[in-house]
């Protein structure tokens, strides 16, 4: 990508961790053996690999335990597994006007079987206020799902505060982690979540088609598989296995993806989430103070670096985001996402709905200079 320039990690991380391609490459050219299936050497070596990439999983989110860890091909697929597993007729639910269309349509679905929710609005810049979920909480609560962190402008949930409040009043606590994963401490025992789905390829930075959740005892034991199959265990017996993770992974699993993810989480152990983090908001500090010096530019969400990741949406007085976010790329060889990002209701609740914005999203690999380019690009686009 001579000359581009990638600010869509927001939807997917690029360029992967170095070594992503090479073991995603040597495990199809030199043996890719199914696990839980073939009674020989390779087959073993793989598996090995995999219990590898749960242990790594389980201490990166402090889990009790790597049986905790369960794959599946993404986050959307782990919360329809949680929202169409756990929840029954007569069950409420709380969420965040914040959320993505991978928790909200599934909700909209099971509205047909009886269940209800609530969702807690936030401000201008996206805060939720713990006491405002507390306040949605009735006698038939028995959840509530929230992400982490906006994929629109940023903000940062205040997990560890709603998961106290979970625990109080024994609710599950499941937590979309998209943004945060990789990026920022996610600790499911100390922020008392319950459910906690994850995927490959963002902060992760493995390749796509990859996710999973991690599930706390408490809840497996009342959570149902969504999805029913072959195992490799148990085999005479029509029903799911029991046990944790076979449980809930039926069918072949996306080797290639996983020991893509290995390397990913290999790569993050030695750079440290600490150093990670540091430089996005870096670049994201950057970008900030200089699009402030544009007329006409609205920064959505916290103008500042307080409680926020790297992810930076804008939006254009009397532009066409859409039309200034082609001309970026075309042009200026800037490539960023326009639109509602899959979260039209986290844009009705700041303010941007039709239109949406134009979201920039930085990764540890983008440089200063780049973020120069863009503002200068913006200002060349913008007339001034």
């Keep these: 990508m001579e000359n581009k320039i990638y600010f869509d990690n927001g939807s997917t991380s690029f360029p992967k961790a170095p070594g992503v391609a090479q073991a995603v490459a040597s495990l199809l050219e030199n043996g890719a053996f199914n696990i839980n299936r073939g009674s020989y050497e390779g087959a073993y070596e793989v598996a090995d690999k995999v219990l590898d990439t749960r242990e790594k999983l389980a201490a990166l989110f402090h889990a009790e335990s790597s049986r905790q ?41 099971m509205e047909e079987q009886g269940v209800t929710y609530s969702a ?67 600790d499911m025992q100390q922020m008392n979540i319950d459910f906690l789905a994850f995927t490959g390829h963002k902060g992760l930075l493995g390749p796509q088609g990859i996710g999973g959740f991690l599930i706390s005892d408490r809840l497996n034991e009342n959570m149902v598989p969504y999805i029913a199959g072959g195992t490799g265990s148990q085999s005479d017996s029509l029903y799911m296995p029991g046990q944790l993770p076979d449980k809930y992974e039926s069918g072949t699993m996306n080797l290639p993806g996983i020991i893509g993810l290995h390397a990913a989480l290999s790569y993050i152990e030695k750079q440290g989430l600490s150093n990670i983090h540091r430089k996005k908001m870096e670049l994201a500090g ?27 949406s804008l939006d254009f ?68």
Aim: hydrophobic share 40%.
């Design 286 to 312: 950057a970008f900030l103070e200089q699009v402030k010096q544009l007329p006409g530019v609205k920064i959505i969400g916290r103008k500042d670096l307080k409680e926020r990741v790297a992810v930076v």
């Design 69 to 109: 860890v369960v794959f599946t091909p993404g986050i959307t697929y782990s919360l329809n597994y949680f929202i169409k597993g756990f929840l029954r007729s007569g069950d409420h639910v709380i969420v965040s006007s914040m959320e993505h269309n991978a928790v909200m349509r599934p909700l909209k679905q």
């Design 317 to 384: 007085d009397g532009q066409d985001n859409a039309v200034l976010a082609f001309r970026l790329e075309q042009e200026y060889g800037i490539m960023t996402r326009v639109g509602l990002h899959c979260a039209p209701m986290a844009h009705k609740s700041l303010h941007t709905y039709p239109q949406g914005t134009v979201r920039f999203a930085f990764s540890a690999d983008n440089k200063y200079e780049e973020i120069e380019r863009c503002t200068a690009a913006l200002r060349e686009l913008l007339s001034i």
């Design 120 to 186: 807690v609005y936030t401000d201008e810049e996206g805060n939720v206020l713990p006491g405002d979920v507390e306040r949605e909480i009735k006698a038939n609560t028995r959840a509530v799902i929230m992400l982490h962190a906006s994929n629109v402008c940023g903000t940062i949930v205040p997990i560890q505060e709603t998961g106290r409040i979970c625990k109080k009043y024994g609710l599950y606590f499941a937590v979309d982690s998209a943004q945060t994963a990789g990026t920022i401490e996610v």
